[in-house]
């Protein structure tokens, strides 16, 4: 998939772009299958909230081994839509994902990602240049009640902001310092909600100031995240790393998968 220079200006200026209906419903289908397949698994990288013990995120689908790996996700994470489109922004061909992830934010319990970019954690991983961007996969509708994402337009330009380690959700996330988020905020277009169907796509750089509200919809809301960084820019050790499932030691260059390796990937239905 080719971005048009507008596309290009508009990721430059904004840090985002939006891709409605990319993924067909039928891919989205199988997605959503292995979802559910992996809902159960225990896994190193699954972390759980709420009443339902429902996954907040399942990480490390894209891998070939692991308890939580899909060949369906891995064949999506290389794909021309999503590593082709990463390729463009980056402005590399070789890439490797930071990690990946499912983000499972279960109706009325699913809970808050406040204000953060993503390199505040990512930095203290240890990589050094904010050369990375996240892909996000809607797999069933997002709406501003059921907690979508919310991006800061023109923020990624700021840099990077100074953060802190926010412990308020089942998942730990370097966030930003509120008195410094609203003196930003004030000086900076209203924030976008990233509403849409089921199958709707979007890239945003790592220093994009982002966040989502509570599920208080009645359905689960499920968004795939595939994190890519170049291999020129895989982190330098650091002292107690993160674990692999959200801090890859893979950085092989990815080889891309035509855009039909999604379906050819589905799980084969067993006859009676
Ligand atoms: O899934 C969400 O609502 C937010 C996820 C997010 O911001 C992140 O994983 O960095």
Redesign the pocket.
């Known amino acids: 998939m080719q971005l048009t220079p507008e596309q290009i200006d508009a990721y430059r200026r904004d840090g985002f772009l939006v891709f409605p209906d990319l993924v067909a419903p039928a891919e989205v289908a199988v997605l959503r299958d292995e979802v559910e397949r992996l809902w159960d698994v225990e896994a190193e990288g699954t972390v759980r909230e709420g009443a339902r013990r429902a996954p907040k995120s399942m990480f490390r689908l894209h891998e070939a081994d692991g308890a939580n790996a899909s060949a369906p996700f891995r064949a999506l994470s290389r794909s021309p839509r999503v590593l082709g489109v990463a390729q463009q922004l980056l402005g590399a061909d070789d890439l490797y994902l930071h990690h990946s992830?499912v983000?499972v934010?279960a109706a009325i319990e699913g809970s808050v990602?406040p204000w953060?970019q993503?390199f505040g954690a990512w930095n203290l991983d240890g990589i050094e240049r904010p050369d990375m961007a996240?892909y996000m996969v809607m797999l069933d509708d997002a709406t501003e009640l059921s907690?979508c994402?919310y991006m800061l337009p023109g923020s990624h330009r700021w840099g990077r902001t100074e953060a802190y380690l926010d412990t308020s959700t089942a998942y730990r996330l370097w966030s930003v310092r509120h008195d410094e988020l609203i003196r930003r905020m004030r000086e900076s277009p209203p924030p976008v909600a990233v509403t849409g169907r089921a199958g709707t796509c979007a890239i945003f750089h790592c220093n994009l100031m982002?966040?989502?509200g509570h599920n208080l919809s009645m359905g689960d809301r499920w968004?795939a995240?595939f994190c890519f960084n170049t291999c020129a820019n895989r982190p330098v050790d650091v002292a107690n790393p993160r674990p692999d499932y959200v801090r890859s030691r893979n950085w092989a260059p990815m080889q891309p998968m035509p855009d039909a390796a999604v379906l050819a990937a589905a799980a084969p239905v067993l006859a009676d």
């Open positions: 992830k983000n934010k990602w953060h993503d996240t907690g994402l982002h966040a989502s968004q995240y």
